[in-house]
C-alpha cells in the first residue's frame, strides 16, 4: 500500500465590515495527485452580504460558483436569501439561525444539468 501523494491547496477568506453591512468572500482551489493520477481537481468561491435591518435581526444573499473536475461537475451555481437572528456576537465568535430560500443550477460535463429550488434552515 503505499502511495506516490502530492496535493496543493489555495485558500483566500476576505471579511468587511461597513455600518450596517457585514461582507465576505472566501476563494478555494485544491489539486491532487497520487500515483501519477489526478484524484483531486476542485475550486469554489462564496460571496455573503449580511444587513442588519434592527438590532440582532439581519437578512443575508450568498452567491456560490464552484466546479469539480473529478465529479465533473462543470460549473455548480447557487443563490440563496436569508432572514435570520443573531443571538451573540463579539469580535470572534458569532451564533446566529434563520431561514431562507435557495436555488441551484449545475452544468455536468458528461451529462445533462439540473436545477434544485429548496428553502434552508442556518
Known amino acids: 500500500g503505499r502511495k506516490n501523494q502530492s496535493s496543493l491547496n489555495y485558500r483566500l477568506d476576505m471579511s468587511r465590515k461597513v455600518e450596517k453591512n457585514r461582507l465576505n468572500f ?12 489526478t484524484t483531486l481537481d476542485k475550486f469554489s468561491t462564496r460571496f455573503r452580504w449580511r444587513k442588519d435591518i434592527s ?10 460558483y464552484s466546479g469539480d473536475a473529478i465529479k465533473l461537475i462543470e460549473s455548480n451555481i447557487e443563490q440563496k436569501f436569508g432572514l435570520g437572528t443573531r443571538f451573540f456576537d463579539n469580535d470572534g465568535s458569532t451564533l446566529s439561525a434563520g431561514l431562507g430560500a435557495s436555488g441551484r443550477w449545475r452544468e455536468f460535463t458528461k451529462k445533462d444539468s439540473e436545477g434544485v429550488f ?5
Open 55 to 64: 438590532p440582532g435581526v439581519f437578512y443575508e444573499s450568498q452567491s456560490v
Open 26 to 37: 472566501n476563494a478555494d482551489y485544491a489539486y491532487g495527485e497520487a500515483n501519477d493520477s
Open 118 to 122: 429548496v428553502g434552508t434552515f442556518f
